[in-house]
Structure formats: C-alpha cells, structure tokens
C-alpha cells in the first residue's frame, strides 16, 4: 500500500514537470524561470526565479497560466503556489 502510494506520488511528480517543461520556455522567454519544489495532496509547490522575481504580473501567471495548464492536463492538481528561495 505505501510503495503504491510513493509511486503514485512519483508518478503525479513526473507528470507536473512534463507540464512545467512545456510552460518554461514562454517563462523564461521573457527572462524568468520556474522551478518544481513539491508536490503534496494536489498542491503544487514551484518557485519563480528570474525576471519573475517581485514582477507585479508573477502572481497572475502563476494563477491564470501556470495553475490553469497544470489543472486542464491533471485532473489531481488542485491548486499551484508559489514558494521564496
């Protein structure tokens, strides 16, 4: 029952951050970055670095494109936050 549960919980990881990798490009095409942190009960875990760092449009493409794509491709996701270095 654990193993299944590590494995499902691998399995969710992997599938965010094929999600992360499509969306990095457009970041960091506008000098920004994202990283996967964790992934915990549907919560996406990411840190913004980069030209996202205290840029006042961090938070809505965090919510409306991030969250947004990462919902519409994995139905386990629940919600993104953003968390400091």
Known sequence: MINEQ??????????????LDQIRPA???DGGDIELVDVQEGIVS???AG????????????QAGIERMLKDSIPEVKGVEAVPF
Do not use: F, K, P, W
């Not at 030209?51 to 965090?62: D, Y």
């Open 6 to 19: 590590v494995i499902e919980q691998e399995s969710l990881r992997a599938r965010v951050d094929a999600v």
């Open 46 to 48: 990411v840190r913004l």
């Open 51 to 62: 030209a996202c760092v205290g840029c006042m449009h961090s938070m809505m493409t965090l």
């Open 27 to 29: 970041v960091q095409g």
